[in-house]
């Protein structure tokens, strides 16, 4: 099983920048991942978004070869309350 992000780009509402733009990256479950970078790099945002809790601008976020990016929020919900935990 394995959660991963295709061509992902993040601009908030209000901004100007994008926070991130065409990242592909993939995750395994069970694994240990660091998400390092500098303050305002977009850790949090990448998390936000791995966690179905942010819509991306473009590009989706996939498990298992679904794309779970563009799910109503109560799938989205539902798939977080069983599939996802945060510790911050």
Do not use: C, H
């Amino acid at each position: 099983m394995s959660l991963e992000v295709r061509d992902l780009s993040f601009t908030y509402p209000r901004g100007r920048e994008p926070i991130f733009t065409e990242l592909s990256a993939g995750f395994r479950f069970g694994a240990v991942t660091a998400v390092t970078g500098p303050s305002g790099g977009g850790k949090s945002t990448l998390l936000y978004l791995l966690g179905l809790l942010l819509r991306p601008s473009g590009g989706q976020v996939v498990e298992d070869g679904v794309n779970l990016s563009r799910m109503p929020d109560g799938a989205r919900s539902a798939w977080r309350a069983n599939r996802v935990g945060f510790v911050f």
